[in-house]
């Protein structure tokens, strides 16, 4: 059923499209936002929903080589394949799990030295890839777009 009016007690910053129901805006400072919003029909049903955003310091990957200490990640982003390989590490087994924000692990393999990942098919998002080398534990991002 269409939406046929919405609350919009929400910063200035966010937007909210009907036609999506997505969220967008870029935040002006750091918070921490508690969003209800409330829905109703043409016939006058509604229904809500609370929504928590926490909004974090400017992060990004680095797009030209992804070169970042001791780990390559290219391409990032990327449309579904990346190539992950151990500069500091070679000769020694790894285990990389690609992760969702929810924490489901969705992708996991043991390698050495490189590996190619298959990520096509997932949805267009941030993901988390952690290696564990040794005693070492190395977390980086990974954009799908």
Not at 12 to 21: E, V
């Amino acid at each position: 059923m269409p939406i046929s009016s919405m609350e919009t007690l929400y910063p200035g910053w966010l937007s909210f499209d009907t036609l999506t129901a997505s969220f967008t805006g870029t935040p002006p400072i750091t918070e921490t936002l508690v969003i209800r919003v409330t829905a109703t029909d043409t016939a006058g049903a509604s229904a809500s929903t609370t929504l928590k955003i926490t909004v974090t310091p400017v992060t990004s990957t680095d797009q030209i080589t992804g070169k970042c200490e001791k780990v390559t990640i290219f391409p990032n982003p990327t449309e579904g394949l990346i190539n992950v390989s151990l500069d500091d590490f070679s000769d020694k087994t790894a285990l990389a799990e690609i992760s969702n924000l929810m924490g489901e692990i969705l992708h996991k393999k043991t390698f050495e030295n490189s590996i190619t990942m298959d990520l096509a098919g997932k949805p267009k998002g941030l993901y988390f890839l952690k290696l564990k080398i040794d005693n070492e534990v190395l977390i980086r991002k990974v954009c799908i777009k």
